[in-house]
């Protein structure tokens, strides 16, 4: 009998937006995968660290940052035969998501790679989506609002062409693009409308109006929202966390 | 000092996919408020039910089931005024919200009601959107895909021309469109491509290819999820839960 691959979500930062699926699963695990960046700590096993048994097995897959380039596939072919070994030899194998596992996450490249094999399981988290929501105090949609989730590395025409056509926007990955982001939502006339947080939910999360924001670029791990539909939700001028 | 407004995400459904934030804000409240249908058990308070304390005091929203259409604003009136009167007696009132209360909630119509006056609180919660991804076994998005997700009511056309824009696309609210929906897919050539999810994790829970399903209605709390993108991410004809 092979063990068990399980992508589990961890939420977007505060260990206290994991589920208890999540708590139990990591607080009784034997072996555990994560992403980890080359030099620095894994956030995924930050989150987490409380609650990992000393006695557990740890397999870092480790993917150097680069901007806005997606990782070389041979880091995941690597560590996708070192987790087989262990799903092989009968132990489960749980891995640590940030977020949500299926959502812009890097656990289906592991995913693509074992689920055919493996018996595998995704236990979802809590989004940066509603995260950063909850922390702008303004809901994402309203009634039968078309909510559109851009990654903000996309060109600005493709950007703008999504934006024209949604009612409520979201834009992930804000990173190095936030001056072209900002300069974008200007032009169209959405920069009033825009809230952005960055480090939902973390210490030193951040959050304000889009037109407050003096800088121009932005940790990977931040967010844009854009409001665009009938309500009259404003984001106040001293908006700020 | 008045009490607190908490808008509690329980997830989509099964307990355990509930956060520990929301364990422990509802195991502890004194004033528990929820949606709940004119005939029939609340959903929001079924998920909650094995830990809201037997002491709490609980203040039904009842909202009557009328398809497709939004509720009477009045009724949001009416509760809105009962929860700020306990609130200015000093009490937190904890409001049970299905999935996460800023994501297509009738949470909304409690906070816009409410929170210029009161200290109020969004705890996020594990959406059905990344709840039925999980269950379908198939990621949301890959790389950069824009995600688009769109309330099934809205007409044809809408759709159409939504999910012609979008790599990946969730239609939520499925319900009583399921036939018209299938047509539609099926004449954009994307029948194959559609997986559907309907309790997703609760009892009962159904996951099929859309190309499968016969039925021509849905429960309300039912999904599509396409996949257009370039990943060679099929459903496997047998798939089913």
Request: charged residues 20%.
């Amino acid at each position: 009998m092979s063990g068990t691959l399980y992508g589990v979500g961890l939420g977007p930062g505060d260990p206290d937006l994991m589920t208890l699926k999540a708590h139990r699963l990591i607080s009784s695990a034997r072996v555990i995968a994560y992403p980890a960046p080359d030099t620095g700590e894994s956030f995924a096993r930050s989150i987490a660290a409380a609650i990992i048994p000393a006695s557990a097995r740890e397999i870092p897959i480790v993917v150097p940052m680069r901007v806005d380039r997606f990782p070389a596939q041979d880091i995941y072919d690597k560590a996708a035969a070192e987790i087989a070994g262990v799903l092989r030899a009968g132990e489960d194998v749980v891995t640590l998501c940030e977020g949500d596992p299926f959502f812009f996450g890097s656990f289906m490249y592991l995913f693509e790679r074992l689920s055919e094999e493996f018996p595998t399981q995704v236990v979802p988290g809590v989004t940066s989506l509603t995260a950063c929501a909850a922390q702008l105090q303004r809901p994402l949609t309203a009634r039968n609002d078309v909510l559109t989730i851009i990654p903000g590395p996309l060109p600005d025409v493709d950007i703008r062409a999504k934006i024209e056509e949604a009612q409520a926007v979201a834009i992930m990955k804000v990173g190095r693009h936030l001056g072209r982001l900002k300069s974008l939502l200007k032009d169209m006339g959405l920069l009033e409308q825009a809230g952005y947080v960055e480090r939902a939910s973390l210490p030193g999360q951040k959050v304000a109006r889009l037109v407050d924001l003096k800088a121009e670029t932005a940790p990977y791990f931040s967010m844009i929202l854009i409001y665009k539909g009938d309500e009259a939700w404003t984001l106040p001028p001293s908006f700020s966390s």
